[in-house]
C-alpha cells in the first residue's frame, strides 16, 4: 500500500452562510493522479481552493504528508511542495510570459524543473516569452499556467478544469504533455468535466455531488451508470 | 523673458510635486489605497528631519541617510499592523482609516513641535544659483528636480526589472494567485509602502529646505500629489512626473499672472485637465 500524500477528513467550506462542502473525505496516494468529477457547482473547485490554502479551514481537516495544512494560508502551502494550476488560467496580466514563470518558481523549492525544462516541455513559450501573458493564445495560456505551477517543483499537483474553454486538439495536446508531468513521482489531482478524459488519464476517481462524496473508486473497474447514478444524484 | 522664468521655475517645482505623488501613486498601484494622511506622512518626515538635523547637528541631506530607512520601517509597521486590516472588497476602509491616521499625525506633531512654523538649514545651498545666459536658476530647485527624476526612473526600474518588482506587479494583478506563487501579500504590501514613506522622507526634507512647515500643510501637500497622479494618468510613474511639472508650471505661470493666482491656476489646469482627459494624459497601457 503507497502511503497517503494528502489526506482530507471531514473538510466542510463556508462562503458565508452557505455550506459548499460537508464533512468530505478523501486521500491521495503517493505518485499517483486521482480525478474528481461532478456537476457544476458540486464542490470541486471549492475543494482545490481548501487544499491549497486560498481558503482556511480546520487545521487537522487537511493534512499533507502527516502534518496538519488546513490552517495554512496559500503561501505556507505553496512553500511544502502543494501546486494549482487554477480554473481559468488566471496569469498575471502585468507580467510576460516568462515573468509568469519566474514568479511561479519563486517559492525557491529544489527540482526538476527550471525555466530550460518547461521551455522543452512547451516549445511555443519559449519563442513567445517576451510577450505579454494576456497576447497568448488559450491553450498557450494554459502551458502557462501549468509551467507557472511546475516552476515550484511541487510534490502535489492540482489541476482544475484544465480543458475548460479550449479547443479539442489544444485539450488533446494538453493531455498528452500530462505524463511527462506526472511520470517523474508527481502526484496529481485533476478536476474535469470530460468524465471520458479523467477516468482514462488517472489511476482513481471521486465524484462530488452536493459537497458530499457520491462515489470513489478504481478508474479502470467504475461503471457508466455508477458515474451517471453519483454525478446527477438520480436512483 | 519672465515667462521663459516662469516655466523653468514650474518645471523645477514639478519635480517636488512629482515627489509628493510618486509614494501616493505606488501606493494605489501596488494595493488599490488612498492614502489621505500622505501630505501628513509628508511632513512627519520633515520634522524627523528638524529632529535629526538639530540633534546630530548634520546637513538636511546627509540626515536622509536616517530619515529615509525610519520612515521606510515606519510605512512596513503602519503597512502589516494597521492598513492591511483595512483592506478588502470595501473601498471605504482604508479611506476612513488614513483620514484618521492624518488627524493623529497632525495632532501628535502639534504636541510635539507645537504650531510654530520651521524650518530645516540647508546653509549656502538654499541660496546658491547658477547663470542660464539671462536667467538665474537656484541650485537647490535644480537638484530637486534632478533627485525627482531619479526616483522616478529608481522605482519604474525597480517595477519592471526586479523580484521585488515583480512581486509588486503580481499582487496588483490577482493577490489570490500571487498567495499561491509563495507571496504573502501581507508582507508584499509592507514593502510597497515602505518603499513609498522612503520616496515621502525625500520629499518630505526637500519641502522642509524650501519652505517653512507646520503641522497643518499636509493636507495641500496631499492635493498637489493627488493632481500630479491624475493629471498623468494613474499608474504611470513618468506620467506622474509629468502631471507634477505641468501642475508647477500651471501654479508658476498663475502667480506671474497674479500673485494671488498660483494655487487656483494649478487648480484651473488639473480641473481641465480633468475634464478633456479623465483618464489622465498617460493612462497606463493595459496589455
Not at chain 1, 93 to 117: C, D
Not at chain 2, 151 to 175: E, I, K, M, P
Not at chain 2, 226 to 250: C, D, Q, Y
Request: net charge neutral; charged share 15%.
Amino acid at each position: 500500500m503507497p502511503e497517503p500524500i494528502l489526506n482530507i477528513s471531514k473538510l466542510e467550506a463556508f462562503y458565508g452562510d452557505f455550506q459548499a462542502l460537508y464533512g468530505l473525505d478523501l486521500t491521495v496516494d503517493e505518485g499517483e493522479v486521482l480525478a474528481i468529477i461532478g456537476a457544476n457547482g458540486a464542490g470541486k473547485t471549492t475543494l482545490l481552493r481548501s487544499i491549497a490554502g486560498l481558503m482556511r479551514n480546520g487545521p487537522d481537516q487537511i493534512r499533507y504528508r502527516n502534518q496538519p495544512i488546513g490552517a495554512l494560508r496559500a503561501d505556507q502551502v505553496a512553500a511544502r511542495g502543494l501546486a494549482l494550476v487554477p480554473e481559468g488560467r488566471q496569469l498575471f496580466p502585468s507580467l510576460s510570459v516568462e515573468e509568469n514563470l519566474i514568479i511561479g518558481g519563486r517559492v525557491g523549492r529544489k527540482g526538476p524543473w527550471s525555466l530550460s525544462k518547461v521551455y522543452e516541455l512547451f516549445p511555443i513559450l519559449d519563442e513567445r516569452k517576451h510577450q505579454a501573458s494576456t497576447s497568448l493564445s488559450g491553450g498557450q495560456q494554459q502551458m502557462v499556467a501549468i509551467g507557472r505551477a511546475l516552476m515550484s517543483n511541487p510534490d502535489l499537483i492540482l489541476f482544475d478544469e484544465i480543458s475548460l474553454g479550449l479547443a479539442p486538439i489544444i485539450i488533446k495536446d494538453i493531455y498528452d504533455a500530462l505524463p511527462g508531468i506526472v511520470g517523474g513521482g508527481m502526484s496529481a489531482v485533476i478536476v474535469e468535466q470530460d468524465v471520458t478524459k479523467a477516468l482514462a488519464v488517472s489511476s482513481r476517481v471521486y465524484c462530488l455531488q452536493d459537497g458530499r462524496v457520491s462515489l470513489e473508486g478504481a478508474s479502470s473497474t467504475v461503471s457508466r451508470e455508477d458515474i451517471s447514478r453519483a454525478y446527477f444524484g438520480i436512483e | 523673458m519672465e515667462w521663459i522664468n516662469a516655466i523653468l521655475q514650474g518645471t523645477l517645482l514639478g519635480g517636488l510635486y512629482a515627489l509628493f505623488a510618486a509614494g501616493l501613486s505606488l501606493i494605489f498601484g501596488v494595493m488599490r489605497l488612498v492614502n489621505i494622511a500622505h501630505g501628513d506622512l509628508i511632513v512627519l518626515a520633515a520634522y524627523l528631519g528638524l529632529t535629526t538635523t538639530v540633534m546630530l547637528g548634520l546637513h538636511p541631506l546627509v540626515a536622509l541617510i536616517v530619515v529615509v530607512p525610519a520612515m521606510a520601517g515606519i510605512g512596513y509597521v503602519l503597512q502589516r499592523a494597521v492598513l492591511n486590516q483595512t483592506l478588502g472588497d470595501d473601498i471605504l476602509p482604508p479611506l476612513l482609516v488614513t483620514f484618521g491616521l492624518s488627524v493623529i499625525i497632525q495632532n501628535a506633531l502639534l504636541e510635539g513641535y507645537s504650531a510654530d512654523p520651521q524650518k530645516l538649514d540647508a546653509g549656502a545651498l538654499e541660496t546658491a544659483s547658477i547663470a542660464l545666459g539671462p536667467l538665474a536658476v537656484g541650485v537647490l530647485p535644480l537638484l530637486t528636480f534632478a533627485i525627482a527624476v531619479a526616483v522616478v526612473a529608481g522605482l519604474q526600474w525597480t517595477f519592471y526589472r526586479t523580484a521585488l518588482g515583480r512581486a509588486f506587479r503580481a499582487v496588483s494583478d490577482n493577490q489570490d494567485i500571487a498567495q499561491l506563487m509563495g507571496l504573502n501579500k501581507r508582507h508584499v504590501f509592507g514593502q510597497a509602502m515602505a518603499l513609498a514613506l522612503a520616496v515621502t522622507a525625500v520629499a518630505g526634507l526637500l519641502l522642509g529646505i524650501r519652505t517653512s512647515f507646520d503641522p497643518s500643510i499636509g493636507g495641500g501637500r496631499l492635493i498637489f500629489g493627488f493632481e500630479a497622479v491624475i493629471i498623468g494618468g494613474l499608474g504611470n510613474l513618468w506620467g506622474t512626473l509629468a502631471g507634477g511639472i505641468i501642475l508647477g508650471v500651471a501654479q508658476t505661470l498663475g502667480a506671474a499672472i497674479n500673485p494671488g493666482w498660483q494655487l487656483l491656476a494649478g487648480h484651473l489646469a488639473f480641473l481641465i485637465v480633468l475634464a478633456v482627459r479623465p483618464n489622465g494624459l498617460f493612462p497606463r497601457i493595459s496589455g
